[in-house]
């Protein structure tokens, strides 16, 4: 096999290790690619807004100069606060309900045999076919109609049941469950419901695991909904009033970059701390649906 001498390691370098080395170069400037924006967030909402308009822009920060101000400042003149509780309201509300639900009509799919199952589980997986963007109107109008509108309900009620996705998820992970377990329960007495919580949900909590992390996300990061069934600044989201922050027509006066980069990184938190809890789960999350059933 051939080799190639290799000055800077003083061994001999094979072709396999070379490929490797070029891999490892590849990822890592993939990696430093994608974590820019993160950084140049951070460090723009640091500094002072008289150095975010220097040209050429500096990559470094400068570590003297760095501060709490323009956190502070956007605290102090907007709601965030209430951004944020709206945000975290409407996240978890909606991540409970639909493991719930999601979790009962998976196990209804996967393991109750009852007429039509199949007939009607592919007529509404058919429904994930159609954009979602199309049902915003008439939705729109419903909301509307009840007197929800710039409510929590109007934030709250709209796939409140997380959907076919949720209820498709979970159905794919409760096939890979023993059957065995539901038969001896029955056997012993026990109602479908007792079945479903007392022998399938502890089972099946890795799925409800990952299917929370991947509804609370949606949730928190929902921007096109909740600005067009809101309109009070109280109402609002936390995306959706930083997103504000750029139109001086809506906040009345112009707000500093600095500032908007605070925003963007104070909404960022959340999801970077669930990320770096629960990355394991994410992997999973994409093979769950490749579960033969």
């Known amino acids: 096999m051939t080799t190639y001498p290799s000055k800077q390691f003083g061994t001999r370098l094979k ?3 070379l490929l490797t080395l070029f891999a490892y170069a590849i990822i890592t400037l993939w990696a430093l690619l994608a974590l820019f924006p993160i950084y140049w967030m ?8 008289q150095l ?15 501060t709490l101000h323009n ?7 907007f709601p965030i606060p209430r951004w944020f509780f709206n945000s975290m309201m409407v996240g978890v509300a909606r991540t409970i309900s639909a493991v719930f639900f999601g979790s009962l009509a998976g196990y209804a799919f996967a393991k109750l045999r009852f007429y039509g199952r199949e007939t009607i589980f592919w ?15 008439p939705q729109y109008q419903i909301i509307r109609s009840f007197g929800w509108y710039d409510t929590f309900w109007a934030l709250l009620i709209p796939n409140f049941t997380g959907g076919v996705w949720a209820m498709f998820l979970m159905r794919q992970f409760m096939h890979a469950l023993p059957s065995e377990l539901i038969e001896s329960a029955r056997i012993d007495g026990a109602g479908e419901f007792t079945i479903f919580w007392r022998v399938i949900a502890p ?14 996300i949606g949730n ?3 921007f096109i909904w909740p600005l067009v069934v809101t309109s009070s600044k109280e109402m ?8 504000l922050l750029t139109s001086p027509k809506d906040t009345g006066q112009v707000v500093p970059v600095g500032e908007i980069m605070a925003g963007a990184a104070f909404a960022a938190i959340p999801m970077i701390i669930i990320f770096l809890f629960f990355q394991r789960y994410f992997l999973r999350g994409i093979t769950v649906g490749a579960v033969k059933g």
């Open 52 to 66: 975010l308009s220097v040209w050429p822009p500096r990559i470094l920060p400068r570590w003297d100069a760095l």
């Open 236 to 243: 609002r989201t936390l995306p959706v009033g930083l997103s």
């Open 220 to 222: 928190w990061n929902n």
């Open 71 to 77: 956190y502070q400042a956007l605290w102090e003149r």
């Open 15 to 17: 072709p396999s290790n």
């Open 42 to 49: 951070i460090k723009n909402s640091l500094e002072p807004n």
């Open 123 to 137: 007529i509404l997986m058919a429904v994930l076919m159609i954009p979602s963007f199309i049902l915003i109107i």
């Open 203 to 216: 089972l099946a909590k890795p799925g409800m695991a990952v299917l929370a992390i991947f509804q609370f």
